[in-house]
């Protein structure tokens, strides 16, 4: 029933991202200095304190950009102005932070901007489970944002531990080592210069593996690649790859909590594939006789095979970390995945753990990674935008999208956009978090039908627009 609750929100979660003021999907995020400075993160940091109330602990993260020392001076200004302590851990990933949220603190702040250029930055809020705030948390913490923050009678205090990092390391070990066996292989890490540079060659490390380092060294400005670990992006990683007759390589984006695989001919893999792949594999592991799995409405249908293979059932939500964390909250999935890739096996977000599970796979199956992709069915995706001409309301517009495309679909989900799907493939249809435009998402069993299915889209975008 609680599950059923869940689901049922998804028309309400629209109206809340309606009503938010400051935060998107997960957080906010902006040019510094423009988007986001000192100002709004200390006032970020008084509005969590009061909102947690006195003598409670927020801890933080951040990510390596030169503006994020900046910001976390200001949101710890903010905090213990405001009665609550602020314990801050360095330069870690998301998941490294959340595991400490649930340790020692009562909330957790992480200082990025993810994978987008260094000239961005942003916050993203924890619970004290360590993971994404809900929709209607969000939407309390504006309020008092917005609102009038009365500072408390007495301050809290700044706090510092150095220890989080090398503790998730022991974490990743433990927890790979307890599923999958090791065997001599090659991985080259390319760490984006973001926070997961030293974390995921060092972890591969103490699992036995031989690893080659490539922009594994902390770099705020992200000189060596843009930090979106994309195939366009990884023309080095690829090449370095082949080189070093590597088994596969792995990259990171600005935080480390984005994770891309290349097989050892070089060749990228598709981000929902490497996903569905360790969800897989992982829950073949798992004793729970009732397997979940959450992912978001943007998902390739290879889960449905996955699903299919394991007797599970598949969970859709809303794009955004925080909806697959209350899926597995409520709804008891054992894991939550986004189309880029991105894995959710506890509360947050992995990034260096995935590299060891995906080593961990490949010593199991005995298979090269090639060979392991090639072992599930194929599909084809195409990934379109398309920019909105200024003051065009993006929901009008999808709503009238639903009557501009045929009507021969097997069904339609609006909870995030317009998702539309038929026996051979799917499209959707969704305004960006982040700029004045629409993403077309299109997937058929051949290439030449998500063409087809992207050609449809478009079609029916221009007619709802028109």
Not at 43 to 49: E, N
Not at 73 to 94: F, R, S, W, Y
Not at 172 to 187: C, D, E, S, T
Not at 435 to 460: D, H, Y
Request: net charge neutral.
């Amino acid at each position: 029933m609680v599950c059923e609750e869940f689901t049922r929100k998804f028309d309400d979660y629209k109206k809340i991202r309606k009503q938010k003021k400051l935060f998107g999907t997960f957080g906010f995020r902006g040019v510094v200095n423009d988007g986001i400075g000192t100002e709004k993160a200390k006032r970020v940091g008084g509005a969590l304190a009061a909102y947690l109330g006195e003598g409670k602990t927020i801890a933080i993260g951040k990510d390596p950009r030169i503006s994020s020392p900046m910001l976390e001076e200001a949101l710890v200004e903010g905090i213990i102005n405001n009665g609550c302590n602020a314990l801050t851990l360095g330069i870690i990933t998301p998941n490294t932070l959340s595991l400490e949220v649930g340790r020692q603190a009562d909330a957790g702040v992480m200082i990025t901007a993810s994978h987008n250029p260094p000239e961005y930055n942003g916050i993203k809020c924890l619970s004290k489970r360590g993971m994404g705030f809900s929709p209607e948390e969000d939407l309390a913490l504006e309020k008092i944002y917005f609102g009038e923050i009365k500072k408390t009678a007495k301050k809290g205090k700044k706090l510092t531990d150095s220890g989080a990092g090398e503790r998730y390391r022991a974490h990743i070990v433990q927890y790979v080592k307890k599923l999958f066996p090791a065997k001599p292989l090659k991985i080259v890490v390319d760490g984006g210069g973001g926070s997961a540079s030293t974390v995921t060659p060092e972890t591969l490390e103490s699992l036995g593996y031989e690893v080659v380092r490539f922009n594994c060294k902390y770099d705020g400005m992200f000189r060596e690649r843009n930090p979106e670990p994309t195939d366009a992006n990884l023309e080095k990683l690829k090449k370095l790859v082949v080189k070093e007759g590597a088994d596969f390589g792995v990259a990171h984006d600005g935080d480390g909590d984005r994770t891309a695989f290349v097989d050892g001919n070089g060749k990228f893999i598709q981000g929902d594939f490497s996903a569905s792949i360790i969800a897989d594999h992982v829950l073949r592991q798992t004793k729970d006789r009732k397997k979940i799995i959450a992912v978001t409405i943007a998902f390739s249908n290879i889960i449905e095979h996955v699903a299919g293979t394991l007797g599970a059932k598949v969970i859709y939500t809303p794009v955004g970390e925080p909806y697959l964390a209350q899926a597995k909250l409520l709804c008891g999935a054992q894991v939550g995945l986004e189309e880029h890739g991105s894995v959710l096996l506890e509360w947050s977000r992995e990034g260096p753990m995935l590299a060891g599970v995906m080593a961990g796979i490949l010593a199991k199956e005995e298979m090269t990674f090639s060979e392991l992709v090639a072992s599930y069915p194929k599909y084809h995706q195409i990934k379109d935008a398309k920019t909105l001409p200024a003051g065009k309301d993006t929901e009008a517009i999808l709503d009238r999208l639903k009557q501009e495309i045929p009507q021969d679909y097997e069904r339609l989900s609006d909870m995030d956009g317009v998702r539309v799907d038929y026996t051979d493939g799917w499209f959707l249809v969704r305004a960006s978090g982040t700029e004045p435009k629409v993403r077309v998402f299109s997937e058929g069993k051949t290439g030449a039908r998500a063409q087809r299915l992207n050609k449809i889209a478009m079609e029916g975008l221009e007619r709802a627009m028109g």
